[in-house]
Each structure stands twice: as structure tokens, then as C-alpha cells.
């Protein structure tokens, strides 16, 4: 009997010696493999190999679904995002001194993994700690990524895991340059001072001239005055309906407005201002005493007729307003 119990205390140390042995080699298997494959493409027998207890080292996995019969959307969008994290914090740490794994795990090569898990959605992004060793933590349970706020960028991602690593390096996310991009942006700008160079004495006239600038100010003013900002901001609807099978296009209420209120009333704005300039200033021109008095006839009529729609859309916003004109009452 006293033999045994030495022979089984003497085995302890070498049956320990070997399971962190084993943990070790586990470790190096898979991150030799993330090297030349980052991250490491998974199926449910090397996900439950690579996040079964006891491990000294870490392991992000990311559980998706990229076909598109399965119509995840934010799937394909943040899968980029993920190779690009894990190539770029694998290839920092080449020496695996963050005993950090990064797995990707499809829904066709894992679906018993989400069916285990209870997973009804994807992507799910999981982070096993390392439940021996110097970085052990006291629950064994993965930590989830939260993805309620759409689409995520690497560096956010690389954030939280860093966060949760802690005396650990962790590798600089660096982006491969887009050659592409900056070739666009060069043409682009090369191409505009080529353009305003070979132009620059065609356009200057335009710029300097007070009528052009008198115009666009004048746009400008019946936009904002009619509400066109009012309808950015609230993003109120076009037209409605009246209750009775037709449309209302105006909102009663000072507060209230449809889109195609705020145009009508930029169109009533720019005929009285079109109205008034041309008698302040083209009618005296005509030298013609008859044309000059039907033009002032014609221009007043406008100004008569738009005016009393505007009253009468003053009355529509407020029941109360006591003004009119006819022929709008």
C-alpha cells in the first residue's frame, strides 16, 4: 500500500509536467499556423481543440455567417475589418509573446458551435481568457463583443482586446497603404489646377460679377426663409393627406410644414421679389409710355394676386391671422 502511494506521488510532478507541456505545444501548433494564415479558418472539432481547458493563452473567434443566402450584411461588412486585425497583430507578434490565437468560424463549417452556443444571430465576436498560467482569470467564460451600434472598424475591436489583455504587447494595427486611393486623389487635385489654371480667365468674370453673386444670395435667401432647413432637420414628409382621399400641402400650425410647402411658398417669395425688382428697375427703363404702363399693370397684378396667397397660406398655418385679399379669402 505505501508503495503505490509513493509510486502515484512520485507521477504527479511528471503527469503535471506533461499536461503544461501539452498546453504549451497546443499554443505553438496553432500559432505557427496563424502565421502563415491569419486568422485561423475554423470547423467545430478545431474550435473546441483550440478553446478547451486548460489553456495558457488567449483566443479571439470570430462566429459569422458570410454566404449570402444568409442575407448578414454586417458580416460581410466587418469581415475586412477582421482579417486586417488579426494578419496585422499576428504578424507584430510573430514570437507569441501576446499568447493571443485569432479564429474565424463560419456558420456552414460550425453550425453544431452555434447550435451549442444558442447563437441565433451572427456576427458574434468571443474572447476565451486563459484559464492556467500567469494570465489565468478566475472565470472561464468567453467575453462577447457588442455589435448593437452597426458595423465595427478594426481599431476599435484592437481596443478591446488590448483592454482585456492586460501586462501583455500588443501590436500596432497598421493599415496597408491604398495606393489606389492616393493615385485618385493625386489625378483629382492635378486635374483641378489644370482646370481652374486653362479656365481662370473665363471664370474670373463670372466671379466678379455682382449679378451672378446678387442671384445665388438671393436663392440662398428664399431657401432659408421658406424653411428648407426646417425640413433637414425634422425630416418632415412631402405632402399628406387631408383625411378625405386628397392631399394637404400645407401643415396647419406654425411648427408643423410638408416639403412641398416650403417650395411653393420659395416659389411665391421669388415671384413677389422678381415682381418688385422688375418694376423698381426695368419698367422705368421702357421707353415706350403704353408698354410702360402695361408692364406696370401686368407686375402689379402679380404682386396683388401672390400676396393675397401668401395671406391666405398665413391663414391656413393660423385660424386666427385677420388679413386677406381677394381673390384668396
Not at 475591436?157 to 493615385?183: E, K, M, S, T
Not at 492635378?190 to 480667365?201: E, K, N, R
Not at 416659389?267 to 428697375?281: D, E, K, P
Request: a positive charge.
Amino acid at each position: 500500500m505505501h508503495f503505490f502511494k509513493a509510486l502515484l506521488l512520485a507521477l504527479l510532478p511528471a503527469a503535471s509536467l506533461g499536461a503544461k507541456k501539452v498546453a504549451t505545444d497546443k499554443f505553438q501548433d496553432f500559432h505557427s499556423k496563424a502565421l502563415s494564415s491569419a486568422p485561423l479558418k475554423l470547423a467545430d472539432k478545431s474550435y473546441d481543440k483550440l478553446t478547451a481547458s486548460p489553456r495558457d493563452y488567449s483566443v479571439a473567434v470570430l462566429l459569422t455567417a458570410l454566404e449570402s443566402r444568409f442575407g448578414c450584411q454586417l458580416c460581410r461588412e466587418f469581415q475586412p475589418e477582421w482579417d486586417l486585425l488579426a494578419k496585422s497583430w499576428t504578424k507584430g507578434d510573430k514570437k507569441g509573446d501576446s499568447r493571443l490565437i485569432y479564429g474565424t468560424l463560419d456558420f456552414m463549417d460550425g453550425k453544431g458551435t452555434f447550435q451549442s452556443l444558442g447563437l441565433q444571430t451572427a456576427p458574434v465576436l468571443l474572447l476565451f481568457q486563459p484559464t492556467t498560467g500567469p494570465h489565468a482569470v478566475a472565470d472561464s467564460g468567453p467575453l462577447r463583443y457588442d455589435f448593437t451600434n452597426g458595423p465595427q472598424s478594426a481599431e476599435q475591436v484592437h481596443a478591446w482586446i488590448a483592454r482585456h489583455l492586460h501586462d501583455r504587447p500588443h501590436p500596432v494595427l497598421r493599415r496597408p497603404i491604398n495606393w489606389v486611393r492616393g493615385f485618385a486623389i493625386t489625378t483629382t487635385i492635378l486635374g483641378t489646377i489644370t482646370f481652374i489654371t486653362v479656365a481662370w480667365p473665363y471664370l474670373l468674370p463670372v466671379i466678379q460679377n455682382r449679378n451672378v453673386w446678387a442671384a445665388i444670395s438671393l436663392i440662398a435667401i428664399l431657401l432659408f426663409t421658406s424653411g428648407h432647413m426646417f425640413n433637414h432637420i425634422r425630416k418632415v414628409p412631402y405632402v399628406a393627406g387631408d383625411g378625405r382621399g386628397g392631399i394637404s400641402y400645407f401643415a396647419g400650425g406654425f411648427s408643423n410644414q410638408y416639403g412641398l410647402e416650403t417650395q411653393i411658398v420659395a416659389a411665391m417669395y421669388g415671384l413677389l421679389s422678381f415682381a418688385t425688382i422688375s418694376l423698381a428697375l426695368k419698367v422705368p427703363r421702357i421707353a415706350d409710355p403704353r408698354t410702360q404702363q402695361v408692364a406696370v399693370l401686368i407686375w402689379g397684378g402679380v404682386i396683388f394676386v401672390m400676396y393675397s396667397f401668401l395671406l391666405s397660406v398665413f391663414r391656413i398655418k393660423n385660424g386666427g391671422y385677420p388679413f386677406f385679399l381677394p381673390p384668396f379669402m
